[in-house]
C-alpha cells in the first residue's frame, strides 16, 4: 500500500475555483490538482502554511481523532458511545445549523470532554465564496460553537480569507486523511490509509455523517482497537471555550 493515495478526477470547464498556492487555475494542470488529495500530508505542503495545526509534535503515543459535518442523530451518538468504550477523546468540527437542529446530541459531545470546533453554518467552500459571505457563516456558526478551533470544509480557504480567520482561530487541519468520504474506498482501504499513515500526535480526518455512516461503523472500532493495541491514547485537541470571530469586528 502506498503512502500516498491520489485520486485524479478532471475539473468541469464551468469551474471557477482558484488555488491559493496555484497561480493559474486554468491550466490542465491545475484542473487535475485541484481534484487530487493525499491520504497523508506532505512535510512540504505543512511547511508552506505553518500558521495551520497540521499535528501536535510529540513522540508521545497519543493520536487526535476529528469528525467533521455533524452532529446528526443517525451517526454522532454511535460516535459517541464508541469514543467511550475506548475511553477516547476526541475533536468535532460541527456545522452550524447541524448543531441548531440537534442541541442535545451537541451537548453530549461536550459533557463527555471531547472538543468542538467551527466547521462553518452551511458547509460552504471558500474556494467558491466570497469572503464577506464566507466570514458571515464563520461568524453565524461561532454563536453555537463556541470554540476558538476552525476546520475549513475541504480544507479550501482563499487567502484572504485564511489571513482573517487565522487571527481570531486555530486553524486546523490534518496530517491523516482517512478517506471515508471517498465512495472508491472500501472501510478496510480506509483502515489501511490510518493504521499506514498515523503516528504520534497525528491529527485525523474522519466524518460523522450519513454518508459515511455505514463504512464509519466497520472503520472506527478497528481504528480504536489497532490503536488501543499499539498502548496509544485518544486525545482531544486543546481548546479555549470563546464566541472567537462572534464577538469579532
Ligand atoms: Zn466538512
Known amino acids: 500500500m502506498p503512502v500516498y493515495q491520489v485520486y485524479v478526477r478532471p475539473l468541469p470547464a464551468s469551474g471557477k475555483s482558484s488555488a491559493f498556492f496555484l497561480p493559474n487555475?486554468?491550466?490542465i494542470c491545475t484542473r487535475l490538482i485541484l481534484y487530487m488529495y493525499l491520504v497523508k500530508t506532505p512535510k512540504l505542503v505543512q511547511a508552506l502554511l505553518p500558521a495551520y495545526l497540521w499535528r501536535i509534535p510529540t513522540r508521545e503515543k497519543i493520536l487526535f481523532l476529528t469528525f467533521d459535518d455533524g452532529p446528526i442523530?443517525?451517526?454522532?451518538?454511535?460516535?459517541?458511545?464508541?469514543?467511550?468504550t475506548y475511553n477516547a477523546k476526541a475533536t468535532f468540527f460541527c456545522v452550524g445549523e447541524n448543531v441548531r437542529r440537534h442541541p442535545v446530541i451537541f451537548q453530549r459531545i461536550l459533557g463527555a470532554g471531547h472538543s468542538v470546533g467551527n466547521h462553518t453554518y452551511?458547509?460552504?467552500?471558500?474556494?467558491?465564496t466570497e469572503n464577506k459571505t464566507y466570514l458571515h457563516n464563520v461568524?453565524?456558526?461561532?454563536?453555537?460553537?463556541k470554540s476558538n478551533l476552525f476546520r475549513p470544509p475541504y480544507g479550501r480557504l482563499l487567502?484572504?480569507?485564511?489571513?482573517?480567520?487565522?487571527e481570531h482561530y486555530q486553524i486546523?487541519?490534518?496530517?491523516?486523511?482517512?478517506?471515508?468520504?471517498?465512495?472508491?474506498?472500501?472501510?478496510?482501504?480506509?483502515?489501511?490509509?490510518?493504521?499506514?499513515?498515523?503516528?504520534?500526535?497525528?491529527?485525523?480526518?474522519?466524518?460523522d455523517s450519513v454518508k459515511t455512516n455505514d463504512?464509519?461503523?466497520?472503520?472506527?472500532?478497528?481504528?480504536?482497537?489497532?490503536?488501543?493495541?499499539?498502548?496509544?491514547?485518544?486525545?482531544?485537541?486543546?481548546?479555549?471555550?470563546?464566541?472567537?470571530?462572534?464577538?469579532?469586528?
Open 25 to 27: 487555475p486554468n491550466t
Open 73 to 84: 442523530p443517525e451517526v454522532t451518538p454511535w460516535v459517541l458511545d464508541m469514543l467511550q
Open 122 to 128: 452551511n458547509h460552504l467552500n471558500g474556494w467558491n
Open 139 to 145: 461568524r453565524h456558526c461561532a454563536h453555537v460553537v
Open 159 to 166: 487567502p484572504r480569507q485564511r489571513a482573517f480567520l487565522q
Open 172 to 207: 486546523v487541519m490534518w496530517d491523516v486523511l482517512s478517506g471515508d468520504f471517498d465512495f472508491r474506498q472500501t472501510a478496510a482501504q480506509c483502515l489501511e490509509n490510518v493504521c499506514a499513515n498515523a503516528q504520534p500526535g497525528s491529527i485525523i480526518v474522519f466524518h
Open 215 to 249: 463504512k464509519l461503523r466497520v472503520l472506527l472500532p478497528r481504528v480504536l482497537d489497532y490503536f488501543a493495541g499499539k498502548d496509544y491514547r485518544f486525545a482531544a485537541l486543546p481548546m479555549q471555550k470563546q464566541a472567537a470571530l462572534a464577538t469579532a469586528g
